[in-house]
Nanobody
């Protein structure tokens, strides 16, 4: 079992930056792939980024590649999402998710555990 709590969301102007954090509890964290997803009003939840249990492998949605960076600290049981050059279309509720696997899944249905989300709003 993994419990996840996101933080760091807020209101930022286009071109600005935010850093999201996800604090995890539960012994399975270090053996779990971690992901970030987002959901805008009226839209389906979409993949943003994922990082392997070791932190050595990552994958990103094309829409955020080169602007967002995912990382994790297993000693602190945290995963972060550094978001730069933010655009209004990045506005969404951002979720942290976990799954016990060595793969890098990008489908929301592949993840077992979810946080409650943190809101990111980018103004133009």
């Amino acid at each position: 079992q993994v419990q996840l709590v996101e933080s760091g969301g807020g209101l930022v102007q286009a071109g600005g930056s935010l850093r999201l954090s996800c604090a995890a509890s539960g012994r399975a964290f270090s053996r779990s792939t971690m992901g970030w997803f987002r959901q805008a009003p009226g839209k389906e939840r979409e993949f943003v980024a994922t990082v392997s249990w070791s932190g050595s492998d990552t994958a990103y949605a094309d829409s955020v590649k080169g602007r967002f960076t995912i990382s994790r600290d297993n000693a602190k049981s945290t995963v972060s999402l550094e978001m730069n050059s933010l655009k209004p279309e990045d506005t969404a509720l951002y979720y942290c998710a976990a799954v016990r696997t060595f793969a890098l899944p990008t489908r929301a249905s592949d993840y077992q555990f979810w946080g409650q989300g943190t809101q990111v709003t980018v103004s133009s």
